[in-house]
């Protein structure tokens, strides 16, 4: 997949290549990445499950220090937690959701299927910007000519579904380098359980047409791109503000999608995938 300025960053940094979530999912990971905990821990276990505080973060430890620590974009935390950032700029994960997913026996579909929510692909305008980008930029430059030392957790919700970006990032993907999904042996009569309750899940034990899924993979690798692009910026913004020799920026991630690897579609699992 194209990105030049995170092969940048990678290339004059550090990097983990083998950083795993401690759940899969997008409320209780990010969670577990600002308290560093485990999510059973903190009784985080699901997207219908946020944090709702109680524990200490990284950011009351920052700011103990007499370090700025902010957010922009999406946090997925309960309302009005105690979580020592500056403030949700994007707004919390709502409560009152159902935690179904792997929490029922026998473990229950998901009302409307991921096929109908999630599967929708859509070409965005060029100067589409996903609303959080400008925002980051503006914060960076305001720093400039403060000496008080600062933390930014920015989150960009790319690449997510639903699938969509410009057409200039699909057009790096043409159909002869996108690679089918990997499918074990046995697939799919010899799968664990787990993984058949995950299809179940899903909605997704029909599978999909090979051009389906070929245009689904195409889009998740074109909107990887385009966050690449957004990071470009940040970067730049460090530099015309005169602190990028000054920051350091990590650049990691909540949980990763299947993309029809191991038959499966979404987030859920610890496969490498």
Not at 167 to 191: R, T, W
Not at 209 to 229: G, K
Request: hydrophobic fraction near 35%; proline fraction near 8%; glycine fraction near 8%.
């Amino acid at each position: 997949i194209k990105t030049p300025h995170l092969d940048a960053l990678a290339a004059r940094g550090i990097n983990f290549t083998n950083a795993y979530a401690n759940t899969p999912v997008c409320c209780p990971s990010r969670a577990s990445q600002i308290t560093g905990r485990w999510c059973h821990d903190i009784n985080a276990y699901c997207n219908a499950t946020p944090w709702e505080g109680g524990v200490s973060t990284y950011a009351h430890d920052l700011s103990a220090q007499g370090i700025i620590a902010d957010d922009i974009g999406k946090m997925d935390l309960a309302p009005g937690c105690d979580h020592g950032f500056g403030g949700f700029k994007h707004g919390p994960r709502k409560l009152g959701g159902d935690p179904y997913e792997f929490m029922r026996d026998p473990v229950a579909q998901r009302v409307g299927g991921y096929r109908e929510e999630c599967f929708q692909v859509k070409i965005v305008p060029e100067d589409w910007k996903d609303g959080s980008v400008d925002p980051v930029k503006q914060w960076i430059s305001e720093r400039a000519d403060d000496p008080t030392p600062w933390h930014l957790y920015y989150t960009n919700i790319l690449p997510h579904p639903p699938y969509e970006a410009p057409q200039s990032y699909c057009n790096l993907y043409p159909d002869d380098v996108i690679p089918a999904p990997m499918l074990p042996a046995g697939f799919p009569e010899d799968i664990h359980p787990l993984d058949e309750a995950h299809r179940y899940h899903w909605q997704v034990e029909e599978g999909f047409s090979p051009e389906f899924v070929r245009e689904h993979r195409r889009l998740y690798y074109a909107m990887t791109s385009w966050l690449d692009a957004f990071v470009g910026e940040i970067l730049q913004a460090l530099e015309q503000s005169g602190q990028a020799e000054d920051t350091l920026v990590i650049f990691t991630s909540d949980h990763g999608e299947h993309l029809g690897d191991h038959g499966m579609w979404s987030k859920g699992s610890f496969y490498d995938a």
